[in-house]
Each structure stands twice: as C-alpha cells, then as structure tokens.
C-alpha cells in the first residue's frame, strides 16, 4: 500500500539556519513526489516535484528537496531559513498507475527571529 | 489570476441546510479534484473529475454531497442537509491529464456549520 510519513509534527529552526522537513514514503511503482506549502487559512501551494532525473529538485521560494531512492526520503531543505515560511509543509506522493495523491500528515514549521 | 478560483471562500450554515460550492479550475485542466481538509489535518480526498466525467468518489462521500462538473468546466459541490461534522475547508484543485502532472489548489472553501 502507498503511504507517506512525515516523523516530525513540529520542526523548530532559528531564522538564517538551515532547515530540513523530512518525508519518507512507499510506493509500488516508481514515485512522484510533491511538497506543498500551507499558510494559515489558505489553500495548498505547490512548492517542487520530483518526477525523475536528477535527485536534487529545486522549487519555490528557495526551497529544494532531494530524492534518495534508497532511503525512499524526499527530505525539503532550504539553506537559510526565513520567519516567512513558518507554515505548514505537506509531503504527497503517487506512483505511476495511480491519478491519486497520498498525503503525509504535515508538518509544522516555525522559524525564530 | 489564471489559478484555481473557489467560491463563496467562507460559509456560515445552519445545521439542516445545503450549501454549494463552486470551483473554476485553471483553463485548460481536463481533471478536476475535490479535497476536504480539517484544522491540522491533510486533505482527504472526495472526489474527481475527467472532463465532465465523475470517475471517483471516496466513502467519505455521503449521499448528502454531490458533485457536478456539466460542461467539463467549472464544477459545484453540493451539501444537503448539512451536519456539524460537514464542518470543514473544502478544497477544489485542478491538473492536466497524467500522473506526473502537478495538481494546484485553490484557496478553499471554508463551511462552519451551526
């Protein structure tokens, strides 16, 4: 069965560090992976994908993820952390036979001035 | 603007009544999805669309909620008889035919139900 973990309810970073929100997940086939951005009382937005290709993705607004096929991680990383992107992070996935996205539970970001 | 429009973006019901949503996807997305979101929670799948054609519907769908998509355009969720537990963020989002095809949100419709 395809599922999606993402370990940390809450991640804590001071602004200007490097922040990390890790998702593992499972699939069947070969994954599509997709990171979304939550701001309060605002729909999703699409931050990157991971479709195939090289492993290292870059998206939006300074973020990048990296695809381990090994480890099946996506881990989003961006190397400087703003208060602005304190929101909610959600990780999804598909694999190639299925139009369906399976989410992760989210994780919280907040980032210290 | 040529993102996913929803309206009404708040909605405040009484327990009993029905209430629809609509969506406008982006212009030429052929798949259409409806997603219900709780506080804290990701988004549970309700329902999608190809074209005007309703391919899936999830069990958290009762028959209170219906969906249209008429035209192959914009679509409209329907709530009848509506429930304190109806009270959600209902999320319309929109892609191009194709699993590697990115899905976008609109900026959801929230329902509190009183």
């Known amino acids: 069965a395809q599922s999606v973990a993402q370990p940390e309810d809450q991640v804590n970073v001071a602004e200007g560090n490097p922040l990390t929100v890790k998702c593992t997940y499972s699939?069947?086939?070969?994954?599509?992976l997709f990171w979304y951005v939550q701001y309060p009382n605002r729909g999703l937005q699409f931050l990157l994908k991971?479709?195939?290709?090289d492993n290292l993705v870059k998206g939006s607004y300074g973020f990048e993820a990296e695809f381990n096929k090994s480890q099946t991680s996506f881990h989003l990383k961006k190397p400087s952390a703003l208060v602005s992107d304190s929101a909610l992070y959600f990780c999804?996935?598909?694999?190639?036979?299925?139009?369906?996205?399976?989410w992760g539970a989210g994780t919280k970001l907040i980032i210290k001035p | 603007d040529t993102g996913v429009s929803q309206n009404p973006r708040h909605k405040i019901t009484k327990r009993g009544q029905n209430v629809t949503f609509r969506c406008d996807p982006i212009?030429?997305?052929?798949?259409l999805y409806w997603y219900r979101q709780t506080l804290g929670q990701g988004p549970e799948f309700l329902t999608y669309?190809?074209?005007?054609?309703?391919?899936?519907k999830s069990r958290l769908l009762s028959d209170r909620f219906s969906a249209e998509r008429p035209k192959g355009s914009f679509s409209t969720l329907e709530i009848q008889r509506t429930e304190q537990g109806d009270s959600a963020m209902y999320l319309c989002?929109?892609?191009?035919?194709?699993?590697?095809?990115?899905?976008?949100f609109g900026e959801g419709s929230w329902l509190t139900v009183v």
């Open positions: 989002a929109s892609s191009l035919q194709g699993t590697g095809n990115t899905i976008y």
């Open positions: 212009s030429e997305h052929n798949r």
């Open positions: 669309f190809q074209n005007e054609a309703q391919l899936e």
């Open positions: 699939v069947s086939g070969n994954p599509y």
């Open positions: 991971y479709i195939t290709g």
């Open positions: 999804a996935v598909r694999d190639g036979s299925n139009y369906q996205l399976i």
